[in-house]
């Protein structure tokens, strides 16, 4: 293996994680699983905005992590590996993959759509590449379990997809089955990762059996997403404001949930309204946590009842609120388990590092 410190008989891995966001690049390097440095790159909203495409951020995100390196006299010359987050692929199993000419020609040309993920392996290649040394993705948003009753609607030629944070999903599923003394493998649980999207997810002895698509519209509604939508109102509202395939999907995606109603995505700025006696404000959060309660439920008649725990995850963790509207509703299901955030970058630094180790093998993108 390149660049593979041994320290007491053991090998030392260094991992150099890349997380692209939408205005930001959250950057870590881990020896093993010890976090040695961690850097979030904002990027200026303005310069973002002069870019056509997502694709065209390359260079510009590629320059700002170099540069933050350099500035914590980070040699690169020590990494064993380069990981970073997977974007919207062809469905695919869970795990860790080898970064190829494929998956970086089919993010360039969108298939599925743009979304920043998308950098996340073309940035780490053309940092890995000239090291000599692997890149990796780690469980992409288009991990794909699904059962095959679950891709079915109830109009011909449309499928339910599988697009949702499956890194954070599978990350914490691991965390709770520890904390269960188990084996993730062994055990049913339903996942709900609670962020600007929001997917709720049936994990059945390893697998997502079901889930909602975080990015198309389907689900509860979140901060700043739509969710499912009932069709006659919305078809309606088509036909009379004459709306383009763009700005419909304005509507479902960044102008939606929270957004559309309270024009804020800030979350914190969304509870001191309420604290401060915003009726509105309490309403629409209300009506979000009783939606993600309603799709829990959902997946607890996915897994026929037989849940081992509830886990809550995501950003909105962090609220009492979010956890105390929504648990009070789903309590009577299992036990819940709370893992507030999203430590993607660690979860991405362990994939690859289960794959120094000769813990997993990578897999190959076909």
Do not use: W
Not at 109 to 118: I, L, P
Not at 153 to 173: Q, W
Not at 189 to 217: F, M, Y
Not at 244 to 254: A, F, H, Q, R, S
């Amino acid at each position: 293996m390149n660049n593979l410190k041994r320290v007491k008989g053991e090998f030392m891995a260094h991992i150099l994680a890349i997380n692209p966001g939408s205005t930001s690049t959250k950057i870590a390097i881990y020896e093993d699983k010890n976090l040695i440095f961690k850097k979030h790159i904002k990027h200026d909203s303005k310069t973002i905005g002069t870019f056509m495409r997502i694709v065209d951020q390359f260079d510009y995100r590629l320059e700002a992590i170099i540069d933050a390196l350099q500035e914590a006299h980070m040699d690169m010359n020590h990494l064993s590996a380069v990981v970073g987050r997977g974007g919207i692929l062809k469905p695919m199993e869970s795990g860790t993959y080898l970064i190829n000419d494929l998956m970086m020609d089919e993010v360039k040309m969108k298939k599925r759509g743009e979304h920043a993920s998308n950098l996340g392996c073309l940035l780490a290649y053309h940092i890995a590449n000239p090291l000599s040394i692997p890149s990796y993705i780690v469980d992409p948003v288009a991990v794909d379990e699904l059962e095959e009753v679950a891709r079915y609607t109830g109009m011909k030629g449309i499928y339910r997809e599988s697009l949702f944070h499956a890194l954070n999903h599978k990350a914490v599923g691991l965390k709770a089955a520890e904390d269960l003394n188990k084996d993730y493998k062994d055990l049913n649980l339903i996942i709900c990762h609670l962020g600007g999207g929001i997917s709720v997810g049936a994990h059945k002895k390893g697998r997502v059996i079901d889930v909602n698509n975080a990015l198309d519209g389907d689900g509860p509604m979140s901060v700043e997403r739509s969710g499912g939508l009932p069709l006659g109102p919305f078809y309606q509202k088509l036909y009379d404001e004459k709306l383009t395939i763009d700005e419909v999907k304005k509507l479902n995606y960044g102008q939606g949930g929270l957004v559309a109603y309270l024009n804020t995505n800030d979350g914190q700025e969304i509870l001191r309204r309420i604290s401060a006696g915003d009726k509105e404000a309490k309403l629409m959060y209300e009506v979000m946590c009783y939606q993600v309660a309603k799709e829990i439920g959902k997946m607890a008649v996915v897994l026929d009842g037989d849940v081992d725990g509830i886990v809550l995850t995501g950003g909105l963790a962090y609220h009492d609120l979010a956890v105390k509207l929504i648990s009070d509703k789903v309590k009577f299901i299992s036990d819940i388990f709370v893992y507030p955030g999203e430590d993607e970058l660690e979860a991405l630094a362990f994939g690859a590092l289960r794959v120094l180790k000769g813990i997993e093998d990578a897999k190959i993108y076909k």
